[in-house]
Every structure is written in structure tokens, then in C-alpha cells.
């Protein structure tokens, strides 16, 4: 779903990266499929910080998810979702509440309420990510 290419792979990192770990200039979207920007929050010695991901789909977010404890956990989930998911004529990027599956689809449950795609409005299905986070945070 994301793409790199040689030219954007930066050559002198700022920072020393854990074995194989590349910092790029840019990455590219293959597919106009949704996607999520994940805010990811590190705890150590009472010291917080976060990190950025661009998680490709529900599955890999509900893996990610699964290894939450109390000092390494998911932040913040916004879905970044096509003009055929949002009907909004653009992308949009937008904070989610929940993601069910309702049959074999994912439904994303915004914070603000709206449910995408739009026919799975009320249609909970199994809850496979949820949020206890306000949309203020």
C-alpha cells in the first residue's frame, strides 16, 4: 500500500535508529484504499513521547493494538479515508472512536459520530478497535 524508492531514502539521520530501521523523504500510496495516522505514546521514567504511523489497514492497527500495555499504547487513531468511503468528494482525515466488522467490512465509527461507509450506519457488527479517547485529545 506505501511505496519508498532509493532517491528518498535520507542518507545522515539525525538520530541513531534501532538494526534496519531507514528514514525516508516521502512515501507514496499505491492504492486509494483507506488508511490510518496513528499517534503512538512511549512512557518511559514518566516521560512521555509520541510517535507517528501510517498503518495500512484494520488488521495491522488491530495487531498493533494488541501489544497496548500500560507504557507503550495507541494515542490517537484517525482514519484517512477516500472520497468513495467518506462521500465527501475529497480525502479526509478524520478521528475514529471504533472499527467494526460487520460481515466481511470494516465499519469505522467516527468521533463525531458518522459511521463509513455510510450503509453500515447502525450496524455494529464485532467491535475489532475501540477508543477511549476523547475527540478533544
Same mark, same amino acid.
Given at each position: ?20 530501521? =531507514? %528514514?525516508?523523504?516521502? #512515501?507514496?500510496?499505491? +492504492? ?8 503512538? &505514546? ?8 509520541q510517535q ?11 495487531g498493533l ?9 495507541? =494515542? %490517537?487513531?484517525?482514519? #484517512?479515508?477516500?472520497? +468513495? ?8 482525515? &478524520? ?43
Amino acid at each position: 500500500m506505501f511505496e519508498t524508492h532509493e532517491k528518498a531514502r535520507l542518507a545522515t539521520p539525525f538520530f541513531v535508529f534501532e538494526e534496519g530501521v =531507514r %528514514r525516508w523523504a516521502y #512515501v507514496i500510496l499505491t +492504492s486509494n484504499d483507506e488508511w490510518f495516522f496513528v499517534t503512538y &505514546e512511549t512512557v518511559v521514567d514518566g516521560v512521555s513521547s509520541q510517535q507517528q504511523y501510517f498503518i495500512p489497514n484494520a488488521l495491522f492497527l488491530s495487531g498493533l493494538s494488541a501489544k497496548d500495555n500500560s507504557v507503550k499504547f495507541i =494515542r %490517537r487513531v484517525q482514519l #484517512v479515508s477516500p472520497p +468513495s468511503l467518506n462521500q465527501k468528494g475529497r480525502w479526509m482525515m &478524520e478521528p475514529i472512536q471504533a472499527i467494526h466488522m460487520v460481515g466481511e467490512r470494516y465499519g469505522y465509527e467516527l468521533m463525531d459520530g458518522q459511521t463509513y461507509p455510510s450503509e453500515l450506519s447502525g450496524q455494529l457488527g464485532n467491535t475489532i478497535w475501540f477508543s477511549d479517547a476523547t475527540e478533544d485529545e
